[in-house]
């Protein structure tokens, strides 16, 4: 979405192509071709991959794209087909997530068929870029064939002005006597720490609030805080990306709860990371998330906690920082090199 928007600033002619979301929310001056339908049913999605993929070629052919940018291996096959046929366009791949070498071997039959035929793209890649420098050592070691010099590290950072937005909203924000923590992303109950947190501030009887804003909640979650019929947490609806900061400016603390299930989670410094931190809030991250501590010394930011949620001593131990600090990460920053590429 943001870098979309940066190629709107520099005027940089595109086409998009995705599927269908549950809300499609994202809007652009350029064409965005949303395919298929969302749906939990299997015939249906695959359907939708269907559709994707047979669509997506006839318009890379109608489109003649001089450059094709592809996020994920679910994006590849038009792209796989359109570059067998016309192998001077330059190809460049982004990977928002790292994919182990078990899990690709339990994957269905589709996503070993377009692995397999990624392989062709990664060979002949003009870019490939991963979120972090341990997924992207991860990621070579998967590919030993990658050349280090179209390897590069994108990190996820939000917008500059989510700094002046969070600081303005924050100065209106209203005095309370309680602590309020957010938590914007998908929860379930296995691959994060949910549980154990919402019964935690349960029994912190009024110290902590606790908001929820989600689109995807696993039913066993629902269930959970349905349960705990708590007065002190709350599920919220899910709000559009870019009105974050207005509502992230109106906590002190937001977590990260993921367990560390598999690789991914564990070398994974997650959006909502830079997301709390540049609208000035404190973070309390699992210690499962290796790159995240890595993050976090590298950077010196206090403010960056690293908490055992299975442990309530601990979590009681942490004390928030009575004066906000807002860093500077910003997604313009990021994206000079590749859009001076473009």
């Known amino acids: 979405m943001n870098f979309i928007h940066n190629l709107e600033i520099k005027n940089i002619s595109c086409k998009v192509f995705t599927t269908n979301s549950q809300i499609n929310w994202f809007n652009s001056k350029f064409n965005i071709y949303r395919l298929g339908s969302f749906s939990k049913n299997a015939v249906i999605r695959y359907c939708t991959y269907i559709n994707y993929n047979l669509v997506t070629f006839l318009q890379l052919l109608f489109y003649k794209p001089t450059k094709i940018i592809y996020y994920e291996t679910y994006s590849s096959l038009p792209v796989y087909w359109y570059k067998r046929l016309f192998k001077a366009t330059p190809i460049l791949i982004h990977f928002h997530e ?7 071997q339990h994957s269905s039959y589709f996503v070993r068929y377009l692995l397999k035929n990624e392989t062709y793209l990664l060979k002949n890649a003009n870019w490939i870029s991963q979120t972090n420098k ?4 991860l990621f070579q070691k998967d590919y030993p064939f990658l050349s280090q010099s179209e390897c590069h590290i994108f990190p996820n950072y939000p917008p500059a002005n989510w700094q002046n937005l969070a600081q303005a909203n924050k ?23 949910i549980e154990v947190f919402a019964k935690w501030v349960n029994q912190q009887n009024g110290a902590y609030y ?25 599920i919220k609806q899910p709000i559009n990306y870019f009105d974050l900061p207005s509502i992230l400016a109106n906590y002190h603390i937001g ?22 931190l540049v609208c000035g809030l404190d973070v309390w991250y699992s210690k499962d998330l290796i790159s995240t501590a890595k993050f976090q010394q590298d950077n010196k930011i206090e403010n960056l906690k690293a908490v055992c949620f299975k442990d309530p001593v601990i979590m009681e131990e942490n004390k928030i920082n009575q004066v906000p600090f807002y860093y500077s990460f910003s997604c313009e920053a990021i994206y000079a090199d590749i859009l001076n590429d473009l």
């Open 98 to 104: 790292y994919v182990s070498p078990e899990e690709k």
């Open 134 to 137: 341990e997924r992207m050592e």
């Open 171 to 193: 100065r209106n924000r209203a005095q309370t006597t309680s602590t309020k923590i957010i938590y914007v992303g998908a929860l379930g109950i296995k691959s994060t720490y």
């Open 210 to 234: 606790f908001d929820i804003f989600s689109d995807n909640i696993e039913k066993e979650v629902l269930e959970m805080i349905a349960a705990l019929k708590s007065p002190f947490i709350s």
């Open 255 to 276: 977590v990260v709860l993921y367990t560390g299930h598999i690789p991914n989670y564990v070398y994974n410094v997650p959006n909502k990371v830079f997301e709390y």
